[in-house]
């Protein structure tokens, strides 16, 4: 749980838009390789040969 200051907790919700930003551009590069549709699903992000999911509170990519 987060205990700082609300200016720290505004910078800290800034800088998460900005990773996910970055991942949304890397999910669109990854459908564009035309090789698959990469999908959400309930507590994961499925793709062309690799599934991430959440493991023991971390984000883990399995390769298939």
């Given at each position: ?12 919700e ?46 883990a990519?399995?390769?298939h």
């Open positions: 749980m987060f205990t700082g200051t609300p200016a720290e907790l505004r910078r800290r800034r800088q998460a838009v900005e990773y996910a930003t970055q991942v949304a551009d890397l999910l669109n590069t990854i459908d564009q390789l035309g090789i698959g549709v990469t999908t959400p699903t309930p507590n994961r992000v499925n793709g062309p040969g690799f599934t991430i999911r959440a493991v023991k509170g971390r984000w990519v399995d390769n």
